[in-house]
């Protein structure tokens, strides 16, 4: 049985969901860190043990033990310390999914310093935005024009930002002087040339589990982009996304795909994968391609998988029978609602359900289908432990079964749960507003069935109000997705005189229809036979593709925006 497991939790088996819920349990030790206490302790009780297996569209491979990360990353760790970077010190990466950035991340760890995870698709002002509200102190990027031309381009604007150090993923003839005062340096110059040795800080330099580790600039509805703090215990809080949820399993390949610059890598590709003894699969690739994702899934093995609804929809269109998916046990989703219509084909292709887990930025996964539950199609299953999850409307009141309300984590003066967000830097006012009283709102509105499933509605501010009634874009999402025409679709309130607001439906067809007047009426008709006439989208828009964040989640305020003439900012890519 996984030693790492047993000392961080007390129970690890468990007969049933309720025994689940009741009975686990997370010890938070007082210094724990992840370089320290996971990484290096693998690499002490199982060197050869396989943590990364990484591969790219040009077919490169790099395969990386424990033994092998716990070097590489002290001999960054000793790399970025002779460049003044130390425990505080606050650090941003730009570098997709390549293999470097499990090394940068653990060093970083190691060091007490505080990691950004960030998009190499981020603008010159998205740079300048970050830098300077983190102050940070050294950026980690993917070299290509693209991120070099926005990163030089903010630097006159970011007077903190003195280290810049290039992961050469790709030649390039540009030149390395980003100006006279700053130059790029090269990732695999400065650990070649580090010492791999290196002692487990003490004293004042030593970290504690209370001390800042990850911040996420996270992606609001409007404005700009907040920055969600996570502690040092935050990665034991991931032991319930991964073990519970994601079903990882040791020595096993695990397969989540995300962009590093998205929390939900922080969920699926490092921290609670690790912790389980199960290797982190990755697939760097520059754009999302269903048909070679589900080749290198074959190729590769993987045992557990999970990817955006978007994801799963876009794999459907392709000759599914052509890929040998068996070795998969386990399919799991988030990072938007899963619609029915898409875990009922995907059963029919594979044989299995997928099983979806819900969250944000600021924690681990809230509800989830766990081993014990059956996958309930349009639902987000049942509260994760520790979180104490409650529905309460605007009050603070629990509502009954079948009735609406917003989505809190409760009890947070009784015991503060591991892997939840601590607050938002520099910005106390906020913090004390989300996580200093009795219950964290989440602002997303969801309804439990008499069973004690949660099925999500729609965020608090995407809910449409029309002509009185309250109606969920989610569930006018869902009944379009079963129209053989629609691919994927954003419902959105479209300003209205009369009634305030109407339904509107932004719609990506499938290869085999084209828009025309005709099929706008028959998507309406659709809608109103199979859900209550009131919610049919009285406009629907047909377009080439929906906007998204890098984590694969539709912007739907940004469409609404667009559609009321307002600003809309790009601060939360």
Known sequence: MNHLLKQYCPRIEFDSYEDFYQNFKINVPANFNFAYDVVDEWAHVEPEKIALVWCDDADDEKV??????????KRFANALRAQGIGKGDIVLLMLRQRWEYWVSAVALHRLGAILIPAAVQLSTKDIIYRVNSAEVKALIALENDYVFTQIEAALPECPTLGTLISVNALESTRPIAANEEIAWQSWDSL???????????????????????????????????????????????????????????????????TDSGWAKFGWGKIYGQWIAGAAVFAYDTGKFDPKRLLERIARYQVTTFCVPPTMYRFMLQEDMSAFDLSSVETFATAGEPLNAEVTLKWEEATGKRIREGFGQSEGPVLLATFPWLDPKPGSMGKPSPLMNIKLLDTAGREVPDGDEGNICVTGLKEAYPPGLFVGYYHDEMRTEESVGGAYYNLNDVAWRDSDGYFTFVGRSDDVIKCSGYRISPFEVESVLLEHPAVIESAVTAYPDEMRGSVVKATVVLTNDYSASDDLV???????????????????VEFVDELPKTIGGKIKRAQIAAKDAGRTWYEEDK
């Open 64 to 73: 990386l033990t424990f033994a092998q990360l716990s070097e590489l990353s």
């Open 191 to 257: 650990v070649e040339q580090a010492s791999a040795e290196w002692q487990r800080p003490q004293g004042e330099l030593a970290t504690t589990s209370s001390d800042i580790m990850l911040i996420y600039f996270t992606s609001g509805t409007t404005g700009y982009a907040k920055m969600c703090c996570h502690n040092f215990a935050h990665p034991l809080g991931h032991i319930i996304t991964a073990k519970y949820w994601q079903q990882v399993q040791e020595n096993k390949l695990h397969c989540s795909v």
């Open 521 to 539: 009426k028959e998507l309406q008709n659709y809608v109103k036979h199979n859900t209550a006439p009131y919610k049919y989208p009285r406009i």
